[in-house]
């Protein structure tokens, strides 16, 4: 899908030129000539990136960028004609991401314009880091949030039970004794004993299996110990 710009520019010969520029580099371009009407249109409709233009009639992009900015994190290219105005922005800390003076030439828009997406999605992505989650059948564990979901539903677990679930099931298919257990989800100077594994695997039963009697997830090898089936 083509990203959307949103131009806010009252010299409809220079937005005319800017979204030639810009719709030839594949974005979908859409102008506004005032900063009120562009203000409505920033919030109402979703832009990857926006022009504005400082003077306008309406509202100036002072106002306009501000009140983007308190609603929406859209990057934002301000243009103006006088040196002065660009430092004045800086100095009142609107939010702009980027400055341009004019005249410039489209294709350095269209480059600036390119930047600043490249590098909001790289934010985007570096904020969005993913949890490290195990799907086995109806079971989903988010060992990030160490939550576990049977079927969608959120069950509660205790640590231990936790860790003995997320542990067979990241071994899975692979039959663990007991002590293997135990020693592996207690510490070794713990008290309690192999009794635990008992206790801990029957409550986890109650909690993921329909039927505990016939385990569907951790299986029991009798004379042996555990595994989880996949
Ligand atoms: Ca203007």
Redesign the pocket.
């Known amino acids: 899908m083509n990203k959307k710009v949103l131009i806010v ?3 409809v010969a ?1 937005a005319d030129l800017e979204k030639d520029y810009l719709e030839l580099s594949g974005f979908d371009v859409v102008i506004e000539n005032a900063g009120d009407t562009g203000l409505k249109r920033a919030l109402s409709e979703e832009f990857n990136i926006i022009v504005l ?5 309406g509202m100036d ?1 002072f106002e306009v960028c501000k009140q983007i900015r308190e609603k929406k994190d859209v990057p934002i290219i301000m ?3 006088k040196k002065e105005d660009i430092d004045k922005i800086r100095g009142l800390g609107l939010g702009a991401d980027d400055y341009i003076t004019k005249p410039f030439s489209p294709s350095e828009l269209v480059a600036r314009v390119k930047a600043h997406l490249s590098r909001y999605e790289r934010l985007i992505n570096s904020n969005q880091k993913t949890n490290d989650i195990i799907e086995i059948r109806g079971i989903k564990i988010d060992k990030t949030a160490r939550r576990v979901y049977v079927d969608g539903e959120e069950k509660a677990f205790t640590t231990k039970e936790f860790d003995l679930l997320t542990f067979l099931a990241e071994n899975p298919n692979h039959v663990y004794t007991k002590e293997e257990l135990f020693r592996e989800i207690w510490d070794m100077d713990s008290f309690g004993d192999i009794a635990t594994v008992t206790v801990h695997i029957k409550k986890i039963r109650e909690k993921i299996e329909i039927d505990t009697a016939k385990p569907q997830y951790i299986e029991t090898i009798w004379g042996v110990g555990y595994r989880f089936k996949v």
């Not at 233009?53 to 009639?57: A, E, F, R, V, Y």
Request: no cysteine.
């Open positions: 520019e009252d010299e220079i233009d400082l003077m306008l009639p992009g243009v103006s004609a």
